[in-house]
């Protein structure tokens, strides 16, 4: 089955710094690789996601990149703030007999430091 | 309001003991999933649904079972809770969107087993 490793399990950025999460996975038919936000007290929420027929896509101050030869892609957060404390979660998924199944990363916890 | 809501939000119990997570939508999604959370191994898969009448087993159903009572409904429950079921469980609903399948969790459920 699918592997996601994602690393660093923790992070520490000073405020106005950039913040990079880097995932990798195993199963060369993964297709859809979405990221989710999490903040103390409540369920992850989707912030970005990437498909594999893309290499990068942009949100604001959120970008993801993927390199699906050697499947890895990444989370990079620009002119971090304080709000952007949280646990980040990567995954990976693809359709497996009519279900997407989605492997997930196991957390980076991010802190900005003001 | 909330779209995917949990109850209870903390729950106590001790070993041996049957207990019911439950959880509600009000997205209309057809699919749910139940999601335990522990440090370091990231979210697995305990069991999904795709409608009332289709269950399947995920990664770590072992101890666990589910009821999808309706549409908008989807419990989990344990029969003779164990010391390691301690986690954060959440309930998740999911949209399929092109080449992916997006997740909408809930706020979680902490569960304590003594």
């Known amino acids: 089955g699918e592997n996601v490793e994602q690393h660093p399990s923790t992070l520490s950025v000073q405020e106005g710094d950039s913040a990079v999460i880097k995932c990798t996975y195993s199963?060369?038919?993964?297709?859809?690789f979405p990221w989710y936000k999490q903040e103390l007290g409540k369920g992850p929420q989707l912030i970005i996601d990437i498909r594999s027929n893309v290499g990068e896509k942009k949100d604001q101050r959120i970008a993801v990149t993927l390199n699906k030869t050697a499947k890895h892609f990444s989370l990079h957060i620009t002119e971090t703030q304080p709000e952007d404390s949280a646990v980040y979660f990567c995954a990976a998924s693809f359709n497996s007999g009519g279900y997407q199944k989605v492997t997930f990363g196991i957390g980076t916890k991010l802190q900005v430091i003001p | 309001d909330a779209d995917v809501t949990q109850t209870p939000r903390n729950r106590i119990t001790k070993t041996g003991k049957r207990i019911m997570l439950e959880c509600s939508q009000t997205?209309?999604?057809?699919?749910m999933y139940w999601y335990r959370q522990d440090p370091g191994l990231g979210l697995r898969l305990i069991y999904y649904?795709?409608?009332?009448?289709?269950?399947n087993k995920g990664e770590i159903s072992d101890g666990y079972s589910v009821s999808r009572q309706a549409q908008a409904k989807f419990s989990l429950s344990l029969e003779s809770a164990i010391p390691n079921q301690t986690a954060l469980y959440f309930c998740?609903?999911?949209?399929?969107?092109?080449?992916?399948?997006?997740?909408?969790f809930g706020p979680g459920t902490r569960l304590l087993v003594l």
């Open positions: 997205k209309g999604h057809d699919r």
């Open positions: 998740a609903t999911s949209d399929l969107v092109q080449g992916g399948e997006t997740q909408y």
């Open positions: 199963d060369s038919a993964s297709n859809y």
């Open positions: 649904s795709f409608d009332v009448k289709d269950i």
